[in-house]
């Protein structure tokens, strides 16, 4: 009996052994609030939890994401709904798989900034100026050609400069560009220093509430990993919990992840629906952006 005892135990403990590793996800970010669940994940422990052994990455230039997936220098990229619908459009077999950053009116994050003596407040000023962007192509300059596009301003008259997010002030400052598109806390740090001033909130003169980011794999990967994508979820979820209970070390996690404290965040949604790329295939119709049809029901992954 004492034998028959030993064995289950000795078996149990070998079953316990033989548990796999967690698994080891690279994920990329920009440098952003948008991503705060997943910071709190990977501090708080709940990847771990979840079997998952998440490496952060800083990703300056946001537009780089799907292609360092398709490298699989990344497995997961947070990335805006714009870039991803563009990869899809250029024939990346790419999946969203997570919600991040949600942008609602009379809640700005991102805004059109411009340099204290220069005046722009309708999409007509725009013209004849330069505009510092953090990707070309990016949903940020997407959204400000559909803004100068519904008020008949003609964006090919305006140029558009690509540089990293922190970048951006110091050209502005310096006279490089006339305005930027900008997000927190850069944003209220050029209000603050006098740089300059908030010159539209375009992209919810656009739309009311868009959720501007998201989390996307292969479709390979996503095929291969069901299991592990349960998982990030989960550990998102649990963020994002963390998130709304109002913990005092919240701020304290971001500076550490990020460098800094954004006075606003987004409204943060950790799901993606259909509807919620409607906005961006319209505006991408609009611009001559993209030559496919979307199947939504395919880039969602359930």
Known sequence: MLKHAAVIVAAALAAGLARA??????IGHPIASDFLATYVAKEKGFFEKHDIDATLTKIPVITVVPQALVSNSLQIGATTLGTALQAIDAGLDLRLVAGAGR????????????RKDVKITTPADLEGKKVGVPGLGSFMEQFLRE??????????????IEAPLPQLPDMLKGGVVDAVLIVEPMRSMIVNTGIGVVGAEYINEVDPSV????????GDWAAKNAATIANFRAALDEGLAYINSGAPDLKDIEKKTLGFNS???ATFDNKVTADDLKIFIKIGRDLNLYRTTFDTDKIILK
């Open 263 to 265: 006075p606003r965040l």
């Open 211 to 218: 959720l501007v980011s998201a989390y996307l794999v292969t």
């Open 147 to 160: 803004w100068m596009l519904q008020a008949k301003a003609d964006a090919k008259k305006t140029t558009f």
């Open 103 to 114: 942008m609602v009116k009379g809640q700005p994050f991102i805004s059109l900034m411009a």
């Open 21 to 26: 590793e967690p698994v080891k996800l690279a």
